[in-house]
C-alpha cells in the first residue's frame, strides 16, 4: 500500500501541490486527472522517491521514503516501475539492451534469466521481434510498449506511468489502454496512471485522483467521478457548463 500524507510542494516559491492525502491500495488501478500544469506528474514523482516533499510523508508498504539513504530507495524502487511519457529510451542502445540495463539495475538475475525476462516481457506486449532494433526504427507507439516492457521485466509490485497514451492516435490509444489493463490483470500489479484522457480512464481504472490548482478535489471510486455535481468536475470529464 502506498500512503501520501499532507504532502506539499513547490518551485521557485510557485506551490504546486497543497496538503495532499490519500491511499492507494494493493490492487488498485488508479488515475490521476487534471488539467496541464496542475501537478500530476510531480505528485507520481513522489511515489517512488524520484521528487521528495517540502513537508509531509509518503510511504511504501510502511517504509517511509521522503528521507530514507539511496540504497534504501533503491530497494524500494525494485517493487516500483516506471513507464515515462515518450518511452525514454536510450536511443544509442538497442531495444534488448535498453530492457538489460533496467533488469541489471533493479536485481540480480544471471545473464540466462535475463533474457528470458526480456522475452517474457516483449511478448507480453506483443514486441518479441524488435529486440535488436534501435528506439528509432520503431513507431511511438511501440517506443511506449516496450517502456512498459521494461517496466514488466523487473516483476515490480508498482507500475507508474506517466501519460502513457500522450501524442497517439486513436487506434493506438487503445491499444496501449488494453495493454494497461492486461499487465494490471495478469501480472497482478498495482497501477498508478496520469492521464487527461477520459478514455484511459474509463477502461484502465477503479478510482480517480483529481488535482485543480494544486488541490486535492476528488479521490473516489471512478463511477463516483461521473455522477459528481461539482460544476468543474463536470466540465472536465464531460465538457459540460451547466
Known amino acids: 500500500m502506498i500512503k501520501v500524507r499532507e504532502i506539499n510542494k513547490s518551485f ?5 501541490l497543497n496538503n495532499i ?27 517512488n522517491g524520484l521528487l521528495r516533499p517540502d513537508s509531509g510523508n509518503v510511504s511504501v508498504d510502511s517504509v517511509l521514503i521522503n528521507n530514507i539513504s539511496y540504497n534504501e530507495l533503491q530497494n524500494i524502487r525494485k517493487k516500483m516501475a516506471m513507464v515515462f511519457q ?14 538489460t540495463l533496467a533488469i541489471k539495475s533493479l536485481t540480480n538475475l544471471s545473464d540466462k534469466n535475463i533474457q528470458n525476462r526480456i522475452d517474457k516481457s516483449l511478448d507480453l506486449v ?45 487506434i493506438t490509444t487503445d491499444k496501449i489502454n488494453q495493454l494497461i ?7 497482478k500489479v498495482t497501477s498508478i496512471v496520469v492521464t487527461h484522457d477520459m478514455k484511459t480512464l474509463k477502461y484502465v481504472s477503479n478510482k480517480v485522483i483529481m488535482l485543480h490548482e494544486g488541490n486535492l478535489i476528488f479521490n473516489d471510486e471512478t463511477e463516483e467521478l461521473f455522477k459528481s455535481n461539482d460544476k468543474f468536475i463536470q466540465y472536465f470529464v464531460k465538457g459540460e457548463t451547466e
Do not use: C, W
Open 181 to 187: 489493463k492486461k499487465v494490471s490483470e495478469k501480472k
Open 126 to 170: 506483443e514486441l518479441n521481434n524488435v529486440k535488436h532494433l534501435m528506439p528509432s526504427e520503431i513507431s511511438g507507439g511501440m517506443k511506449k510498449r516496450v517502456g512498459i516492457a521494461r517496466a514488466i521485466a523487473i516483476n515490480p509490485e508498482y507500475i507508474l506511468y506517466d501519460e502513457p497514451t500522450t501524442g497517439l492516435d486513436p
Open 21 to 47: 492525502s490519500f491511499d492507494v491500495s494493493n490492487g488498485d488501478s488508479v488515475a490521476i486527472i487534471g488539467q496541464s500544469g496542475t501537478g500530476k506528474s510531480v505528485l507520481l514523482k513522489h511515489l
Open 86 to 99: 515518450f518511452g525514454a529510451l536510450f536511443d544509442s542502445m538497442n531495444i534488448e539492451d535498453n530492457i
Open 12 to 16: 521557485s516559491n510557485k506551490d504546486i
